[in-house]
């Protein structure tokens, strides 16, 4: 069974559009997040949820708007996608035990987004 | 000065080497530090969390020291198998979610 699952793996899509990317994990997590891994490889957050509830907004534009219906799920909406949205977007989930982080990130295989 | 700072490579070693990766943060109420292995279009993986006191597991040596804010990941006996792009890991501050912040990655390339 995949712990960190996402959909789709690969999205492309034109400019303008609105797309979302599903997220769920199996390990009983309380910490759900959403980064993006642009050209260059670099990871960084956009988005951490915490037993539903939002915690790290990392000045992210607007026109991304995470979802969490419960602590296994946290969804990545985007509307009128742009170019520069064209990136590597991966979900992890964590157990933070008294808001410390010991045993790291288990990540989704990421969801390759293009647009055009 | 970029939070967590690494060497991008890539280091280009034969099979058998041993290969050093070093790392620097800029924090220094950082808590948690870990190592992590991504392939070429795959999810980063957890390799190894980093101690104070080091630790090793089989080839992989981590190191940690906290006066300086610097954190290494030794590779011994090189392997092709250990070709892949490594990150430095750190989760800053106490209490903030969890956040993790990611090094720009050393590319390691072994050749037979």
Redesign the interface.
Known sequence: DTAVSQTPKYLVTQMGNDKSIKCEQNLGHD?M?WYKQDS??????MF?Y?NKEL??NETVPNRFSPKSPDKAHLNLHINSLELGDSAVY?CAS?L?R?????????????TRLTVV | RKEVEQDPGPFNVPEGATVAFNCTYSNSASQSFFWYRQDCRKEPKLLMSVYSSGNEDGRFTAQLNRASQYISLLIRDSKLSDSATYLCVVNPIYNQGGKLIFGQGTELSVKP
Do not use: C, P, V, W
């Not at chain 1, 260059?40 to 957050?45: C, G, P, S, T, V």
């Open positions: 910490t997040y260059k490889k670099f990871l960084k957050i951490s915490n915690i790290i991966f964590s933070s008294g808001g410390q982080l010991n045993y790291g990130y288990t990540f989704g295989s990421g």
